[in-house]
């Protein structure tokens, strides 16, 4: 704060992606929230999402509106198992994925990213094969705050602890009636 001259400074600068170190990632990978900007970046038909969270899932529907093809794979044993979520959108994901009928593997790891698909392994150490085009990467983010936490540096949303709109919207009003 005393380098910029302020009296408080609150940051809010988001967080990183998480990429696990897969096996050829780097050669087909989008990163998650990538893929819901205005202009993504080019994502083929036939889609791997990497994660089954709130954000793997919105982007599942998002593509499946467009007339793509995603399959979820999910480490855990459900889809959107994070604390927090609304029931409403949970709920909507699940039943709108049940009703293109996009397919879910749980409780599935990926092993291998190749030019013509994934190779998964499931609970049972069982491998198999997913063709697709693309792979968007969505297991998580790690907070990325531009400085550390003191007295005059408040951080923010993402910045202190991945969340969603409504833990930002509590901290921040947490930060300004503190200072």
């Not at 995603?70 to 409403?88: F, Q, R, S, Y």
Request: glycine share 8%; aromatic share 4%.
């Amino acid at each position: 704060a005393e380098a910029l001259h302020a009296d408080v400074v609150i940051t809010a600068v988001g967080a990183k992606p998480i990429v696990p170190p897969i096996p050829g990632i780097d050669s087909k990978k989008v990163v998650g929230l990538d893929a819901l900007h205005q202009n993504p970046p080019a994502i083929g038909q036939k889609v791997v999402i990497l994660g089954g969270g709130l954000t793997g899932c919105e982007i599942a529907y998002e593509l499946l509106l467009q007339g793509k093809h995603p399959t979820i794979v999910e480490m855990k044993n459900d889809l959107i198992a994070a604390k927090g979520v609304c029931l409403a959108n949970s709920s909507y994901l699940r039943e709108a994925l049940a009703l293109y009928q996009a397919p879910v593997h749980l409780n599935t790891t990926i092993q291998e990213i190749r030019p013509a698909g994934v190779t998964a392994r499931d609970q049972t150490g069982k491998t198999f094969e997913i063709p697709c085009d693309s792979v968007i990467v969505s297991v998580g983010y790690d907070p990325k705050p531009s400085f550390p936490a003191s007295r005059k540096v408040h951080l923010v949303g993402d910045a202190k602890s991945v969340g969603n709109l409504r833990t930002v919207i509590w901290r921040a009003w947490d930060v300004c009636m503190k200072i």
